[in-house]
C-alpha cells in the first residue's frame, strides 16, 4: 500500500518506517520537509507537505499532537476524504502530569477521536498504536509474547483493515467496535504512562489474557 503519515515525529517516523520495512511505500507529511531529509535517506521513505501525503496515501495515519490534530486535518484537505485514517493521538492537556498522571482535555463521555470523527465525517477513524511507546510499535518483542492492541472506529471494514497492519506489525488486537469505545482507549495512555513518569520505565505493553 501507499500509506500516507501525517505528522513528522518520533512516531511518524517509526510507524513510517515499519510500513516501508514490511513492503509499502510511505510518506511523511509535515510542514518542514527539509527537516526530515535524514529519515527519507535512511529508509527510503518520500517527505512532503500535508496535503502530499493525504494525497499520496491509499490509507493514513495520523501521528501528531492531540492539540494540533484537528488542524493537521484542515490542512491535509481534501486527501483525506474516504481515507482509512489510522489515530494514534491522545488528548492530552498541556500540562504537567500530577504524581505520574497526565490530565486530558477530554472527559469519560466523549473522546478525541469522536471529535475527529465529526470534524472529518468523510474520512474513517480507527484508533490505535496510542497506548505503547514509539520503541515498540513495530514488531515488538517481549518474553510473556504478543502483545495487545485495542482498536475502535465507526466503520468495520477499516477495522479489518487496520487489523491486518497490525498483525503484520505483530501484534494480537482487541476490536472494541464503535468510535464511543475510544472513551476507554484513549485514557489507556494515562495508565502506560504513569510507570514512567515515577520510575522511568517506557517499554511496557498491554496484554490481554483470556482464560
Keep these: ?23 509499502h511505500a510511505a510518506m511523511l507529511g509535515t510542514r518542514e520537509p527539509g527537516k526530515l531529509a535524514d529519515w527519507s535517506k535512511a529508509t527510503g521513505g518520500k517527505v512532503g507537505s500535508l496535503g502530499d501525503a493525504a494525497s499520496f496515501g491509499e490509507i493514513l495515519v495520523l501521528a501528531v499532537k492531540g492539540t494540533a490534530a484537528e488542524d493537521v486535518l484542515r490542512m491535509a484537505g481534501d486527501g483525506v476524504a474516504g481515507k482509512i485514517i489510522i489515530d494514534t493521538t491522545n488528548p492530552i492537556a498541556p500540562k504537567p502530569p500530577v504524581n505520574g498522571v497526565l490530565s486530558y482535555f477530554t472527559t469519560l463521555d466523549d473522546s478525541l477521536m469522536e471529535r475527529l470523527q465529526a470534524f472529518r465525517p468523510d474520512a474513517r477513524f480507527v484508533k490505535a498504536f496510542n497506548s505503547v511507546g514509539n520503541s515498540r510499535m513495530v514488531n515488538p ?71
Excluded at 471494514?157 to 475510544?182: I, S
Excluded at 495508565?191 to 514512567?196: D, T
Design 141 to 211: 518483542t517481549f518474553s510473556d509474547g504478543k502483545p495487545t492492541m485495542f482498536i475502535c472506529g465507526n466503520d468495520d471494514e477499516a477495522r479489518k483493515v487496520v487489523t491486518k497492519v497490525l498483525d503484520q506489525f505483530g501484534w494480537d488486537v482487541e476490536d472494541l467496535g464503535k468510535a464511543e469505545a475510544a472513551r476507554a482507549i484513549e485514557p489507556l495512555c494515562i495508565l502506560w504512562c504513569i510507570p514512567g513518569f515515577l520510575r522511568n520505565e517506557w517499554t511496557h505493553a498491554y496484554k490481554v489474557v483470556h482464560a
Design 1 to 23: 500500500m501507499n500509506v500516507g503519515i501525517l505528522g513528522s515525529g518520533i512516531v511518524a517516523q517509526t510507524l513510517g518506517a515499519g510500513f516501508i520495512r514490511h513492503g
